[in-house]
């Protein structure tokens, strides 16, 4: 009896580690043994076979949940074991970038060691039914942002809340708009915001460069931005865009083809939405990149023609012939 004191006395001291918290990752199906082996080498001092009693005499050998956990401060093996059972483990996290594309998007959360991968072998449609979207493809449904969850949940959960999120930041933008925009639909829009993510060098000149597209849109002008040649071209991308691209005709191309792509070529974040209906009360009509992250916009095309010969052409003559030089909404 007095020996069964001591035992439950010892199964209720506090340990606490040197550094004064400890982490565990614990992985589906793992024993009370393992875990407590996971403790210890954490820097807890505890014996194997006090964890795993403790486990047996509260009956949670079987109920010792997966995830991440963390200690901080002193805790008795009762309490780590209580703590396991109840599943009082840390939600993990994961972020989507702005201007990453879905395909992206589906690496990200393949790599993820702690969701539960549903979808892998899943095609876009198969994804796009399980979330309840009803658009024709996914690109540019997800909004970029980071996203936390339980260990163990299904990937699913992930999609469904970033295509919420996205689809109630576009509403919500959409409802603000500004007049005599160029778009049938709040999807148009998310096509427009999406150009504007991959366009953009500087968050400030977001709607600076909406507002060119915008006005190139409404004169029936085409595009004529790079980025959605290159998501048209697809693997055959090869880091750079030539000038063979520009004259190779896809739905993506809006040097070839007027109007926006039939789909987002990206995942626009917030502030690209927000421009695109909202973008600034400026006439210009062309911009090229001044070779410091910043854009030199223009009214005319004399005006754009010789801010490319500033800020461009005497770097291009030293690339290869046939490289386009790169000035999105120039021709």
């Known amino acids: 009896m007095l020996l069964a004191a001591a035992g439950w006395y010892e199964l209720q001291r506090p340990l606490t580690s040197a550094s004064g918290h400890a982490e565990v990752r614990v992985v ?56 396991f059972r109840r599943g009082d483990f840390e939600r993990e996290q994961l972020t989507i970038v702005e201007g990453a594309t879905f395909t992206d998007l589906r690496a990200v959360l393949a790599r993820s060691p702690d969701l539960r991968h549903d979808t ?65 639909d709040p999807y148009q829009a ?55 691209d520009l004259l190779r005709d896809t739905p993506y191309n809006t040097y070839t083809r007027a109007g926006l792509p039939p789909t987002p070529i990206s995942l626009p974040g917030q502030a690209a939405i927000a421009a ?12 090229v990149a001044r070779g410091d992250g910043t854009s030199e916009f223009s009214q005319s095309l004399a005006e754009h023609n010789r801010a490319v010969d500033r800020y461009q052409r005497n770097a291009a003559r030293h690339n290869a012939a046939d490289k386009s030089p790169g000035t999105s909404a120039a021709k």
Do not use: C
């Not at 006090?50 to 010792?64: G, I």
């Not at 970033?162 to 160029?182: G, H, M, T």
């Not at 002008?221 to 290159?230: A, E, F, G, K, Y």
């Open 190 to 244: 998310l096509v427009m915001a999406s150009i504007i993510e991959k366009e953009t060098g500087r968050p400030d000149e977001r709607g600076q460069i909406a507002a060119v597209f915008v006005n190139r849109q409404r004169l029936g002008m085409p595009l004529q931005t790079d980025p959605t040649v290159i998501y048209g071209l697809g693997s055959a991308y090869d880091g750079h865009l030539h000038k063979r």
């Open 120 to 184: 892998a072998t899943w095609t876009e449609a198969q994804v796009l039914r399980a979330i309840g979207a009803s658009e024709p493809a996914a690109e540019g449904l997800f909004a970029p942002d980071t996203y936390a969850f339980d260990p163990g949940s299904s990937d699913v959960e992930v999609y469904r809340q970033a295509y919420l999120a996205q689809r109630d930041r576009l509403q919500r933008a959409w409802e603000r708009r500004a007049e005599n925009l160029p778009y049938a």
């Open 276 to 287: 695109a209906l909202n973008p600034d009360a400026i006439k210009a009509l062309y911009f």
């Open 28 to 83: 589906n199906g793992a024993t009370a043994r393992t875990i407590a082996r996971q403790l210890r080498d954490a820097g807890l001092p505890l014996r194997s076979w006090e964890f795993v009693a403790a486990a047996t005499l509260t009956h949670a050998t079987r109920s010792l949940r997966p995830g991440r956990y963390r200690i901080d401060g002193p805790a008795s093996v009762l309490d780590l074991v209580d703590k």
